[in-house]
């Protein structure tokens, strides 16, 4: 018996062959990463807030009521695109501080928090999810934890960074609302673009570095930042773990 599957196609489910039940996924996931690209290429047109569902099927191709198949609504796609761009982001900054992530491993966390907000501030859709801080900074912690964690540990085993009780995790908390207030502080213009370094400064010393090492490693230059190739792919929920530091 065929049962219509949920990209709008005929799926063969029951007695279907091994082979058939394979496909099935993988389709789903071309289909959530078609959809999830055009999300990114009209609302980086439009803007999140005048981009619409129609728009966002018709850039796909794919039927208005498919969208419903894979986000419940604008603002779950919006996120889901979000952690598509982070992850993009994090991959970037690993490349970026390559050179000198075990020689100078207190540089790679201002260095990144740097790249990451300049970056962050020419993207409109994230002017959109800057506004909703408190989404924002759910967002940014569960994306950029594994790395900004990782990269903290390793500042502190070689004694870069000194925390109380070694808290990494709390610590992190802290400094991704301090980057999340720090977007919306500038975005709004409330603050000059270069106001960054002066936030990094501020995030380094709350991470444990001295005031003059804070001071110094916020006015470090930057490296080549790798331009964006976002995988569109990337759910955040089958995320596999980094590996132990």
């Known amino acids: 018996m065929a049962k219509r599957g949920t990209d709008g196609g005929q799926t063969q489910v029951e007695g ?23 999300a990114y290429e009209v609302m980086s047109t439009k803007g999140v807030d005048a981009a619409t569902i129609q728009e966002i099927t018709d850039c796909a191709h794919v039927g208005f009521g498919t969208f419903y198949n894979y986000f419940k609504s604008k603002d779950e796609v919006a996120a889901c695109l979000l952690d598509c761009i ?16 075990l020689a100078e491993p207190g540089r790679v966390m201002p260095v990144s928090v740097r790249l990451t907000l300049r970056d962050a501030i020419k993207d409109p859709v994230w002017r959109w999810w800057v506004m909703r801080p408190d989404l924002l900074s759910d967002r940014m912690r ?20 000194s925390l109380l009780d070694n808290a990494v995790e709390t610590t992190w908390g802290i400094m991704v609302w301090m980057m999340v207030g720090a ?32 001071r110094e490693l916020a006015a470090d230059p930057l490296p080549p930042y790798p331009p964006a190739n976002i995988d569109f792919s990337f759910d955040i929920t089958q995320r596999e773990l980094l590996p132990e530091s």
């Open 183 to 214: 977007l919306c502080d500038v975005i709004s213009g409330r603050y000059p673009e270069d106001h960054e370094r002066y936030v990094v400064e501020m995030i380094t010393r709350v991470a444990g570095a001295s005031s003059s090492q804070a």
């Open 16 to 38: 279907a062959s091994p082979e058939v039940k394979k496909r099935i996924p993988w389709r789903r996931l071309q289909t959530r990463s078609r959809l999830l690209q055009a």
């Open 86 to 101: 982070i992850q993009d982001m994090a991959r970037r900054n690993e490349l970026a501080t390559e050179s000198f992530k």
């Open 142 to 161: 569960r994306a950029f934890e594994p790395f900004g964690t990782r990269d903290l540990r390793l500042a502190i085993k070689a004694g870069r960074y």
